[in-house]
């Protein structure tokens, strides 16, 4: 089966970094994804990592180990738009037809104060 | 614009009212997929589709039905809606070999009374 943990609520000030967490225990891995998710929005795609490290996208770095199951999403100079659920997904595996199933976790909410 | 449509946004019904919520995408995508989002849940798929007239179950299938006869459309079937489906549908997309991005439709918010 799969297990993804990320924390459920975190609290951060404007122009600061936050670091959001992501652990996952999967039968199978093949990638992680990190999406947004502003109240009553959609999810957004942010990154895709695959291989071991850090991944830089403007304010936002994704970094991934695969020998510890474990992922983080780094926001960097917080702006109040940051203010978002920021969802952890990782895919287990291909299914026969090539398709790369993806399990997500339960978000974790990011409050940005001024 | 590319995007993913859904229809309706909003649905009120009552147990056992057949609905269908219709899912459309203009960017000629293979893949196509319907989560629902739960509070403490996140996102679990219902089902998804490679491309037409192929579809396979997710995690979270029973009690729905999907079709896809075209391209562009991935309709969401209910044929017989109880309050335990009550929940916030999403319809996306993908391109095969770009699977990491996921297009998302705006949502689907469903109260089965």
């Known amino acids: 089966g799969q297990n993804i943990d990320q924390p459920t609520e975190m609290t951060a000030t404007e122009g600061a970094i936050v670091q959001i967490n992501c652990t996952y225990q999967?039968?199978?891995?093949?990638?992680l994804f990190w999406y947004q998710q502003h109240a009553g929005e959609a999810p957004t795609f942010l990154s895709y990592?695959?291989?071991?490290g850090l991944e830089e996208k403007g304010r936002f770095s994704s970094f991934l180990s695969r020998s510890k199951g474990y992922s983080y999403l780094l926001l960097k100079e917080l702006q109040m738009k940051d203010s978002a659920s920021y969802l952890c997904?990782?895919?287990?595996?291909?299914?026969?037809?090539?398709?790369?199933?993806?399990?997500f976790g339960i978000g974790t909410k990011l409050q940005v104060i001024p | 614009e590319a995007q993913v449509t859904q229809n309706p946004r909003y649905l009120i019904t009552v147990t056992g009212k057949k609905l269908t919520v219709t899912c459309s995408q203009n960017?000629?995508?293979?893949?196509m997929s319907w989560y629902r989002q739960d509070p403490g849940l996140g996102l679990r798929q219902i089902y998804y589709?490679?491309?037409?007239?192929?579809?396979d179950k997710g995690d979270v299938p029973e009690g729905y039905k999907v079709s896809r006869k075209e391209k562009r459309n991935f309709p969401l079937i209910l044929e017989s809606p109880s309050p335990n489906q009550t929940s916030l549908y999403f319809c996306?997309?993908?391109?095969?070999?770009?699977?990491?991005?996921?297009?998302f439709g705006p949502g689907t918010r469903l109260l089965v009374l």
């Open positions: 996306a997309s993908s391109r095969a070999g770009e699977q990491e991005t996921q297009y």
């Open positions: 999967t039968s199978g891995f093949n990638g």
């Open positions: 990592n695959v291989l071991d």
């Open positions: 997904a990782v895919s287990p595996r291909w299914d026969s037809g090539g398709y790369q199933k993806v399990t």
């Open positions: 960017m000629n995508h293979e893949y």
């Open positions: 589709s490679m491309n037409v007239e192929v579809t």
